[in-house]
């Protein structure tokens, strides 16, 4: 069974970057790893993912140019930096995985942990 966390949220002025971590234990090998964000009052929405062999990334329209996606395979950790961060960036993130199919499959994602919380001010 894949437990995944998340970590390195916080409190950012706008502008400013921040790296969130997804630690995974547990066999992920074949996985998507996604990043989705829940922001108050509105429903989970995707963000970013990356495949096994970190060789193809995905990004929302809303952060692409200004987040990316990576993977350390020695640490099976995905990281998302977020760079430009806007008012409208803050919510809470969470990473899921998935196995196969398309990254953009995005109810089959599960093993979720419990979120890291960004804040971003303006």
Partial sequence: QVQLVESGGGLVQAVGSLRLSCAASGRTFGSYTGWFRQAPGKEREFVAAINWSADSTYYADSVKGRFTISRDGAKN??????????????????????????YSDYDRYGNWGQGTQVTVSS
């Fill in 77 to 102: 950790t995905v990281y998302l930096q977020m760079n430009s961060l806007k008012p409208e960036d803050t919510a809470v993130y969470y990473c899921g995985v998935k196995k196969g199919g398309y």
